[in-house]
């Protein structure tokens, strides 16, 4: 069973569109999160959900929006696309409280044309 | 400010070689630290981490990193590497409190030659 799991793996789509990306974790956590990886590697947290509650937002640009309906799905929308959007993002999630490991998901790679 | 730096970018060896990656932090409370690897293609998976105790932790597939805090350091090590250890490395920091949120470094892309 995948523990945090993404869809789409892969999305290539024109500036100015709309998409989401969804995200489920079936390891009880209560913590979720957003991360976004460059084309070179440096990965950044964008957002972090705690039981539903945002507790995270690095300064994202508010084209980019995450909605947590319940704390074991967290999903990204991002309005008006632009090709510096591009990038691979990653799904994760904890155990809430500091100092506990994060579980990734398998990416999305986000493609701006 | 909490950072995270990795000074070697890229690594080539050979199989059997020894590695060790650099990693080091900065940050004025309690640490938890990280090394996540990426396989070409592939999610981060955790290798080891630190949160408190024995300073030298072991992680899978033959890790180990030791915390030194004089050093600000979490150096990861591997006696002898091996062709499937071709990956990308991340140090990270755990900045504790309730946000729980990492902060990686720049990464290092470790190829081994057979």
């Known amino acids: 069973d995948t523990a945090v799991s993404q869809t789409p793996k892969y999305l290539v789509t024109q500036m100015g569109n709309d998409k989401s990306i969804k995200c489920e974790q079936n390891?009880?956590?209560?913590?979720m999160y957003w991360y976004k990886q460059d084309s070179k590697k440096f990965l950044k947290i964008m957002f972090s959900y705690n039981n539903k509650e945002l507790i995270i937002n690095e300064t994202v640009p508010n084209r980019f929006s995450p909605k947590s309906p319940d704390k074991a799905h967290l999903n990204l929308h991002i309005n008006s696309l632009e090709l510096g959007d591009s990038a691979v993002y990653f799904c994760?999630?904890?155990?809430?409280?500091?100092?506990?490991?994060?579980?990734f998901g398998q990416g999305t790679r986000l493609t701006v044309v | 400010a909490q950072s995270v730096s990795q000074h070697n970018h890229h690594v080539i060896l050979s199989e059997a070689a020894s590695l060790e990656l650099g990693c080091n932090y900065s940050?004025?409370?309690?640490?938890?630290l990280f090394w996540y690897v990426q396989y070409p293609g592939q999610h981060l998976q955790l290798l080891l981490k630190y949160f408190s105790g024995d300073p030298l932790v072991k992680g899978i597939k033959g890790f180990e990193a030791e915390f030194i805090k004089s050093k600000f350091s979490f150096n990861l090590r591997k006696p002898s590497v091996q062709w499937s250890d071709t990956a990308e490395y991340f140090c990270?920091?755990?900045?504790?409190?309730?946000?729980?949120?990492?902060?990686f470094g720049t990464g290092t892309l470790l190829a081994v030659q057979p």
């Open positions: 994760a999630s904890s155990r809430a409280g500091g100092g506990t490991e994060a579980f």
């Open positions: 990270a920091l755990g900045a504790g409190g309730a946000t729980n949120k990492l902060i």
């Open positions: 940050y004025g409370g309690t640490v938890n």
């Open positions: 390891l009880g956590h209560d913590t």
